[in-house]
């Protein structure tokens, strides 16, 4: 067979994605392969089908058990041979499954990154005929990433004691330049072929609020949104309980997830949201590293992350199917305190040594302030991400919304000044919101402590509100008239682009929101882009109900989450076009042969009894 038959037959998809079929190609003609694609891309797929086409086995190196389990179910449910080997397994079943493997029953083995220079690991490897080693979540290799761990360094070693290296491939979503250049040379690629597919996730609408009371919009999000499937993430376990109680007395179907829970409740409360028992999740972001649900609907930043990496990461957990679905940040001032707060006192990694954990802190309080701008910017929020990633983008994506809002021009040239002067009187020494405070008059005991009053700038600026003077010394800094260092207090200091201002005045403007006035054109782009949503559709949502309630079913009898069984998508076409015979139900995105056999015909007469149901009325 080849690549499509493979994608058809398997995944029941008609074509590739994006940069699927050039890593795929790639590793059949031999070569070490590199690909870096946004969450929800298809990475799997890239290295499974080949696995498929290679002689002999493929193993796969995988971070985290969930993530591991989620995709041998996914597979053995495709009809594909596949097995995982980590500490989840008990001695004997491991055993057993290495000796299946030794017999040559999978085609394709999960294996966690630490049992690779096992002995017994070892001594298989050795011997089996292994094509291609895929390293997934391959970032984790960098102490640059996010996720950095230690075994992943091991897995080159694994490598040069195999009587004959196999293709190597990797595969990760974070895409910035260290991490790259450390998985090419920590893992020892060689000429390898790197794909590198654009960034932005078209399906994905993003949003910043900065509500008064961020409890109350997320009512009334979650009132609008009924039935949907969504992520709520919050910066600490403390909100999570808070968030996840109120909800829950509201009766909204509600779990919730931080590491402060025991394993059993973590489990149970992750079973509870994949399988749609519980359909809306809070949580901290512990969660969500392996899960694979497709059906996420939204994902509802109640707290601002700690970086765009984390921030693209978690949202990006939305609309995997490649449905429409939304990623809602809702920003308060109290976030930036909590992350820095974060930032100082964190001790995580023991190996550090201080040096090193002085420099991590640097590079965090870095990332910090450009996710703070995320928050405040007026621009594109799609383009401003994309940006991060060193990704070209159109300037506005017109349909984010910042793109949706609609913005008038203020001259704040003036109100610049003042700020920056005092800045300056105030010898650089203090952060930005005292600064906004001593020209707004304030009485506060720091603006006593250190005399503020006394400078002729305190109390300059006393009738504009302080949500507007933070705006402006926000734009400044954005724009580079004011810098704020990196250390563990951001100090505002004047670059030399703002000392120029106060010579030779050139104008400053800013861009605000017309209250409430939404342009009526995107408010009906909106919309229509929202009818498109899975759960929208109005004629055949019964039947959708019932292809749903089968699924479930099934999915409970196979002990697996509801969209191995097929994806929202699936269902949602199925009832839109009826399939009722084999011909027409191969037709519909992820029916694959080996699936259709197994469950084909369980949906056909739902939609049989759907259909005389309908005529007899
Ligand atoms: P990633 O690992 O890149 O985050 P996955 O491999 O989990 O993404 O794929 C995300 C979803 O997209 C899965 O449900 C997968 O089956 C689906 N998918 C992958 N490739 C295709 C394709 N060519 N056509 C349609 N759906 C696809
Ligand atoms: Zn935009």
Redo the contacts with the bound molecule.
């Keep these: 067979m080849n690549k499509e038959q493979i994608l058809k037959k398997y995944y029941g998809y008609d074509t590739f994605r994006d940069g699927q079929e050039e890593l795929i190609d790639s590793i059949l003609s031999g070569k070490d392969t590199f690909g870096i694609m946004p969450t929800g891309a298809g990475k799997s797929v890239c290295f499974q089908v080949p696995a498929l086409i290679l002689s002999g086995i493929t193993l796969v190196v995988s971070p985290l058990i969930s993530l591991m389990k989620d995709q041998v179910g996914t597979l053995n449910q495709m009809g594909v041979h596949a097995a995982y080997l980590n500490s989840s397994l008990t001695a004997n079943q491991y055993r057993l499954a290495l000796s299946y493997a030794r017999e040559g029953r999978y085609k394709i083995i999960y294996v966690a990154p630490e049992r690779l220079l096992t002995e017994e690991f070892l001594d298989f490897a050795k011997q089996a005929d292994i094509s291609m080693l895929s390293i997934d979540e391959v970032h984790c290799v960098s102490q640059w990433g996010q996720d950095f761990r230690p075994s992943y360094l091991k897995i080159i070693d694994f490598i040069n004691q195999l009587p004959v290296r196999p293709i190597v491939s990797a595969f990760t979503a974070t895409a910035t330049k260290e991490v790259k250049e450390d998985v090419i040379r920590l893992l020892g690629l060689q000429k390898a072929t790197v794909v590198t597919t654009g960034f932005d996730r078209k399906n994905l609408y993003f949003a910043v609020k900065s509500p008064k009371d961020k409890y109350a919009e997320l009512d009334s999000y979650l009132k609008e949104h009924r039935n949907m499937s969504g992520v709520i993430y919050c910066a600490t376990r403390k909100a999570v309980e808070e968030v996840s109680l109120r909800l829950e007395q509201e009766g909204y179907p509600v779990t919730r997830y931080h590491a402060g829970l025991s394993d059993a409740e973590r489990h149970q409360n992750q079973d509870d949201f994949i399988y749609d028992v519980k359909p809306i999740i809070v949580a901290t972001n512990a969660f969500g590293m392996g899960i694979d649900k497709s059906n996420v609907r939204f994902v509802i930043h109640y707290n601002m992350p700690k970086n765009i990496e984390s921030y693209y990461q978690e949202a990006g957990r939305a609309g995997r199917d490649g449905e429409r679905a939304e990623c809602i940040l809702l920003y308060g001032g109290q976030d930036v305190i909590t992350n820095q707060l974060f930032i100082e006192n964190n001790r995580e990694n023991e190996e550090l040594t201080d040096e090193m954990l002085e420099a991590v802190k640097v590079r965090d309080r870095e990332r910090l302030k450009k996710m703070t701008f995320y928050c405040v910017t007026n621009d594109?929020?799609?383009?401003y991400i994309l940006k991060y990633f060193g990704e070209k983008s159109e300037k506005?994506?017109?349909?984010?919304s910042?793109?949706l809002t609609e913005y008038e021009s203020i001259d704040i040239t003036e109100t610049s000044i003042k700020l920056i002067q005092c800045v300056l009187e105030t010898r650089q020494r203090f952060g930005l919101m005292t600064i906004v405070d001593a020209v707004h008059g304030s009485k506060s005991a720091k603006i006593k402590q250190f005399r503020l009053e006394e400078y002729p700038s305190y109390n300059s600026l006393a009738d504009i509100t302080i949500p507007r003077l933070k705006q402006i010394m926000n734009h400044l800094v954005l724009s580079g008239y004011l810098e704020l260092t990196n250390s563990e207090f951001s100090i505002v200091k004047v670059t030399a682009q703002g000392k120029e201002l106060l010579e030779q005045k050139e104008t400053i403007e800013l861009k605000v929101s017309k209250e409430q006035k939404k342009k009526e054109k995107s408010s009906e782009t909106r919309n229509n882009s929202k009818k498109k949503a899975v759960f929208s559709l109005d004629t055949n949502d019964k039947l959708f109900d019932e292809l749903r309630v089968l699924r479930l079913s099934i999915a409970r009898k196979e002990k697996v989450p509801p969209y191995i069984i097929f994806g929202d998508k699936t269902l949602l076409q199925m009832s839109q076009t009826l399939p009722t015979r084999k011909e027409e139900m191969l037709e519909i995105t992820g029916v694959g042969e080996i699936k259709y056999e197994k469950y084909g015909e369980q949906f056909e007469e739902v939609i049989r009894r759907f259909q005389s149901n309908t005529e007899k009325k």
């Design positions: 594109c929020l799609r383009h506005a994506c017109g349909d984010c910042n793109c």
